[in-house]
């Protein structure tokens, strides 16, 4: 990687050296991956504004438990915390939802968190209803609430997408990988705001575009994983760590150098990023290629004509 800010980029002796260069081939093994982790940060989530409604529309609850006696206050409470934890697991059930969605191959979330959240909406308006107007009332609130819940805001996925035949340790190493890289993207998400400056956070988001162009790639071929390590790893914690730089010193000096090279960086990144996609691509074109010829020499060999 070029010189660019605050030093080499590379934060772990890799002066001089491109991440295009040196790179292991990619070994043999089979896999997917599967555990959701943010994807698209520029992309707008779901889980918005319906979402923040659920956080909200329980508080009421709060002038009708000091308004009652003790008993009566403390079934209300129990709805309050019942309807907010269920608000909270919806949130983060839409939210593995979109990464199982915007991965090919993925495994479904480990816990059903929308299901539990429609199972919680209806414990807390079961006790909302005997509270206020007994058990009968209790019973239908919970049927309601928890398949209308269910209704707006759908189930959680139920199977794995993409698996069949997949060597499941080398999908949970493929998995941890990329949870990892995207902890540094979505560190650099949050450094570069203190920035202030919202073209920068667009070029920020423009580079992690392209890095999950890669993630994606390792995703739908595990093989790919020893090729793009350093990418998943130390280039990435590199940009983390100049974007933390970087975004101190323009919060306080507003310098155009320290913006020129900063920019310079990402672009760097960017194109050594697309140009390891792109190698990886070829290089998993270049294999089908050679396991067709293959089994259509073996064809030959066997005596088998098309008709």
């Known amino acids: 990687m070029a010189q660019r800010y605050g030093g080499e980029f590379s934060p772990r002796g890799q002066s001089g050296q491109t991440p295009a260069q040196g790179s292991p081939k990619a070994q043999p093994g089979g896999g997917a991956s599967g555990t959701p982790g943010n994807f698209r940060g ?3 989530t779901r889980a918005g504004l319906r979402v923040n409604l659920l956080f909200l529309a329980p508080f ?7 308004g009652s006696d003790p008993i009566v206050m403390a079934q209300y409470l129990l709805a309050l915390g019942a309807l907010i934890g269920a608000a909270w697991l919806t949130r983060e059930g839409l939210r593995a939802e979109e990464a199982y969605e915007a991965r090919k191959v993925a495994r479904r ?33 919970a049927l309601l ?7 707006a805001f759908g189930l959680d996925p139920l199977k794995d997408k993409g698996m069949e035949g997949v060597d499941l340790h080398q999908t ?31 070029r920020v988001d423009r580079f992690q575009t392209v890095a999950r162009d890669l993630f994606r790639t390792v995703e739908n071929d595990p093989r790919d994983l020893t090729a793009a390590r350093k990418y998943l790893g130390i280039y990435l914690q590199g940009a983390r760590d100049a974007t933390v730089k970087f975004a101190d010193l323009y919060a306080r000096t507003q310098s155009p150098q320290a913006r020129a090279d900063y ?45």
């Open 42 to 44: 520029a992309k707008r």
């Open 60 to 66: 009421p609850l709060i002038w009708k438990a000091f």
């Open 109 to 141: 979330p480990a816990l059903p968190r929308k299901i539990l959240g429609s199972a919680l909406t209806g414990l807390g308006l079961a006790l909302v209803g005997f509270a206020g107007h007994g058990p009968v009332a209790a019973g239908v609130y």
């Open 145 to 151: 609430g928890a398949v209308l819940h269910s209704m």
């Open 172 to 202: 949970d190493r493929v998995a941890r990988a990329i949870d990892r890289a995207e902890s540094h993207l979505t560190a650099m998400s949050d450094a570069i705001k203190r920035a202030q400056d919202r073209q920068l956070e667009a």
């Open 263 to 307: 920019e310079a960086l990402l672009t760097d990144l960017e194109e050594n990023f697309a140009a390891r996609t792109q190698k990886l691509l070829s290089d998993d074109a270049g294999d089908m290629t050679v396991e067709i010829e293959v089994l259509r020499e073996r064809l030959q060999r066997e005596g088998v004509r098309p008709e």
